[in-house]
């Protein structure tokens, strides 16, 4: 699918807007959503391929953030393991910055 300069930031912020009462209301919740949004814009920013592996010369942060957020999806997923809920919001903080790193600081491709 071909990007239009643009419209994937409008489409992104509006998703992001969409989920911010979600995000409130119930950060477990939230969490596995946003992830799916962060891990679709590292996609189409080339920052991850098809296989979500990294691109070189990416920040290294924003691999931290995101390889973070998947490992707290995962034990959210898993009905046996007990996640606090300020990781959670810890969490969901940093894919805020992300978010808004991607829209600011990496050009689509």
Do not use: C, K
């Not at 592996?53 to 290294?60: I, T």
Request: aromatic fraction near 6%.
């Amino acid at each position: 699918m071909a990007w239009e300069p643009g419209l994937d930031v409008h489409e992104w912020r509006s998703e992001w807007a969409s989920l911010e009462d979600d995000i409130a209301d119930s950060p477990e919740t939230g969490l596995p959503v946003v992830h799916e949004l962060i891990t679709r814009m590292l996609r189409q920013r080339g920052v991850l391929d098809d296989n979500l592996v990294v691109a070189e010369g990416v920040d290294p942060d924003w691999i931290r953030t995101w390889e973070a957020g998947r490992e707290l999806v995962s034990l959210v997923d898993d009905a046996a393991a007990e996640v606090d809920d300020q990781d959670l919001v810890d969490q969901l903080d940093e894919y805020r910055d992300l978010f808004e790193a991607l829209l600011e600081q990496r050009a689509a491709p």
